[in-house]
């Protein structure tokens, strides 16, 4: 069992349309991430959080720590948040500082 | 600031050859990371750098070697290329401080072993 776990694969959507998108993970973390990959290859990140929630534009991102969960909002959609997204966390204690990552998400937007 | 940046953007090898792929960040971060990223699969750690002249094995270093001879440079050598090395590979770096541990990434390198 991977130690992050990211639901759904694949997501289309309609352009408006509220899109969620989940993180499950089982191991103690610092910190969860949110990362945003393009085509093209590029990764961007997008949120680092460790408790609660923060909002950054049209995006939300929460955190559950008992739950060892996470969700990413995207309201209002539009065709060009078309990307895969990324989960990953860092390790509770880890002094290496890498991340352990999720398969992604793959996004698509239609107009 | 230029950020993490790599070269090159896209290479063809034939099995047997030797490269670097370089990686250079101007952030002076001390960590420093290579990730392979492969389809339907999540980023995988290759090697990483704690600081110049540290590194370590991550979870998939086999048929890599790597080098950290200053802060700003992480050069990841493939000495004999397999077919199981195609790949993108995503250079990383950071400044751990604490919780706060935001990683920025290179532009990545589309790798194709033939």
């Known amino acids: 069992k991977n130690e992050v776990e990211q639901s759904p694969q694949n997501l289309t959507a309609q352009e408006g349309e509220f899109i969620t998108i989940n993180c499950s993970y089982s191991?103690?973390?610092?910190?969860l991430h949110w990362l945003q990959q393009h085509p093209g290859g590029g990764i961007v990140s997008l949120f680092m959080?460790?408790?609660g929630k923060k909002k950054h534009g049209r995006l939300i991102a929460t955190i559950n720590i008992q739950e060892k969960h996470s969700s990413l909002h995207i309201t209002a959609s539009h065709p060009r948040d078309s990307a895969v997204y990324i989960c990953?966390?860092?390790?509770?204690?880890?002094?290496?500082?890498?991340?352990?990552f999720g398969k992604g998400t793959k996004l698509s937007v239609k107009p | 600031n230029a950020g993490v940046t790599q070269t090159p953007k896209f290479r063809i090898l034939k099995i047997g050859q030797s490269m670097t792929l370089q990686c250079t960040q101007d952030?002076?971060?001390?960590?420093m990371y290579w990730y392979r990223q492969d389809p339907g699969m999540g980023l995988k750690l290759i090697y990483y750098?704690?600081?110049?002249?540290?590194?370590d094995k991550g979870e998939v270093p086999n048929g890599y070697n790597v080098s950290r001879s200053t802060t700003e440079d992480f050069p990841l050598r493939l000495e004999l290329a397999a077919p199981s090395q195609t790949s993108v590979y995503f250079c990383?770096?950071?400044?751990?401080?604490?919780?706060?541990?935001?990683?920025?990434f290179g532009p990545g390198t589309r790798l194709t072993v033939l």
């Open positions: 990953a966390v860092s390790l509770y204690g880890g002094s290496q500082g890498n991340l352990i």
């Open positions: 750098s704690v600081g110049a002249g540290i590194t």
């Open positions: 191991v103690g973390i610092s910190a």
């Open positions: 959080l460790s408790s």
């Open positions: 952030m002076n971060h001390n960590y």
């Open positions: 990383a770096s950071n400044q751990l401080a604490g919780l706060y541990n935001e990683q920025f």
